[in-house]
Structure formats: C-alpha cells, structure tokens
C-alpha cells in the first residue's frame, strides 16, 4: 500500500492551522506573449515574495545574508524538472512556472478529494491513480518538445465527480481556506528546501561522489525545510502535493542509484516532523483533542513511524 493512501488524516491538521503573510520580495519577473500565463505566473511571484519576506523575518543573521544574496526566479517554460538551486557568478534558485502550475493543481485536486470523500471513500485511490496518469503525461510532453503537447483530463473528469458538485464544493468559504493554506505550505516546502541547500553549503561542498551522500543532502535539505516552515507558522504538510507527484514514477523500494530518497519516504519524514513540533506547541492543543490518534504514539502516527521503518531507510 501506499504512503499516499495513509495521509489524509494528518493533512487535514495541516490545513486547519491559518496562514497569513502579506510582505513582497523580489522574485524576478519575465517576459511573455501569453497574458494569462503571465498573470498565473504573477501570482506565483507574489506568494513566492511573501515566502521570501517571511523566511528573512525568522532567519538567524548568517541564514539571511544568505538569502539576501540568492536570486529566486520562475521561468517561463513547462519543464517539469527545473526546481534546482545553484552557483553561476552568485545564488541561483529556479522553480519553472511549469513545475510550479502543476503543483497548485495538485493541491486544488487535493482539496476537492478531501471534502468529497463522503461521497466516494475510494476518492483517495483514485487520487494516486491520477498521479500516474498525469505522470505518463508530463513524461510524454517532455519527450515530445516542439509537438503540441497534450493536455491532461481534470482530476474531477477522472475521478467522476460532477462538474456541478465539484464547483459547489470548491466554492465553500472552508475549502478555500484550506486551499489557500495548502498551495502557501506546498510552495513553502520547495522553496525552503532549495534555500537550504545554500544555507547547508552543499553547493560549496565537493560534488556527491556516490548516490547516498546525494540522498543524504536531499534529506538533509528536507529537514532544513521542514524546519524552516514550520518556523513561519506553515506547517510540513506542504510536502505531502509537493512531492506527492514523484510517487507516481517510483516503486516501494529505493533505486540504489537514486540521487533523491523516495518521495513517499520524504512525505513520511515531514509529516512525522511536523506532528512531532506541533504536539511540543501548548497552541497545538485543540487539533489534537479533535483527533487523538494523531498524538505521537498514537495509532496513526505509529502507522506513518511503521511505514517509515519498513519502506525507508
């Protein structure tokens, strides 16, 4: 089974903790002929400066001369691949417009799976299918540049839910809430962990000369992120969409050639993270009075501690 299949639960904790950053940063702009492409990537660029804003707000003084010297930018093309941090003459981080897209899909899908589950229990089933569909697409269309790409089926045309239902349900005051919290926490997540490998000095350091050194930065810079979120009021669980789609191209055993750790182990890792955080935070309290089991050492968080210690390691 699974990871993904086991989460629900602890996302919707996530959810219920309120977001609300409002500064701007520099995020660096581009052109386009495409206006509204250009106005879904101005939107990314402000969430983004609010996430820079934030960051620096509760950096120590090293960790925000370092930000200070990274330029962040969104390029405007659809490779899929494009989440990198790197030197060349200063601080990059590139987060394509693509990436970033699909990514805020994913959270909207996530959204609407959560509050339609009612309706249809195996919702969640047919959630991780549509990863591996949408998968096969962005595969297909990179290998295919210059043709006309294809473009995926919505998840609610996939997954059978009424066009009518789904908008209804979108349209809930709750549900935009949550998903406003969830696209934050989600960008949150990928910016925070190429931010730390600038802050950890992997890009300094000697190149990985081996598959586990480079899974260990990878962790390593997920803990940094982990921890850098949480640290801003946004909780981890902008992992679960982030990596979520990398689940789909995976099997349950790690390749000992990968250069990352298994996202569903890296979805695993955050989660427990953040529970473990918010049940040291008294403010915390009331989620966990809403669900008991959550509290670590309770059955669904020893499910994800279970999980972890069979599948990764």
């Known amino acids: 089974m699974s ?11 996530g959810l219920m903790l309120a977001l609300s950053l409002v500064p ?35 950096m120590g003084p090293d960790e925000r001369a370092i930000l200070q010297e990274t330029d962040v930018r969104i390029p405007m093309d659809y ?18 417009f693509g990436f970033l897209g699909v990514l805020i899909e994913l959270c ?13 229990p195996d919702i969640y089933n047919k959630y991780e299918a549509y990863l591996t569909y949408l998968n096969g697409i962005i595969d297909r269309n990179e290998r295919s540049v210059g043709q006309d790409p294809v473009t995926p089926q919505p998840f609610a045309d996939f997954a059978g839910i009424p066009a009518e239902v789904a908008a209804e349900i979108m349209s809930r005051s709750d549900a935009q809430e949550y998903l406003g919290a969830l696209r934050m926490a989600a ?9 730390g490998h600038h802050v950890l000095g992997h890009l300094e350091a000697p190149r990985a000369d081996s598959a586990a050194e480079s ?6 810079a997920d803990r940094y992120a982990a921890e850098l979120t949480m640290r801003v009021g946004v909780p981890a669980f902008g992992a679960l969409p982030a990596l979520a789609i990398f689940t789909a191209a995976e099997s349950d055993v790690a390749d000992p050639d990968a ?55």
């Open 215 to 220: 899974r260990a930065r990878e962790s390593e």
């Open 79 to 96: 490779d899929m691949t494009r989440v990198m941090a790197y030197r060349d003459g200063g601080r990059m981080i590139e987060i394509s």
């Open 108 to 120: 909207d899908d996530w959204i609407l799976s959560e509050y339609y589950s009612a309706q249809d």
């Open 259 to 313: 250069t990352h750790p298994l996202a569903s182990c890296r979805i695993l890792e955050a989660m427990i993270y953040t529970v473990d955080h918010l049940a040291e935070d008294a403010n915390s309290a009331p989620l966990f009075e809403k669900s008991p089991d959550m509290r670590p050492g309770g059955s669904q968080y020893q499910t994800f501690v279970t999980l972890k210690n069979q599948h990764c390691s």
């Open 24 to 58: 701007r940063g520099f995020a660096q702009t581009a052109s386009s002929d495409n206006a509204a492409a250009l106005a879904l990537r101005d939107d990314q660029i402000r969430v983004v400066n609010a996430l820079l804003t934030a960051f620096s707000e509760v």
């Open 3 to 13: 990871a993904l299949r086991r989460l629900p639960c602890f996302v919707v904790v």
């Open 187 to 195: 960008i949150a997540f990928v910016l925070a962990h190429e931010i």
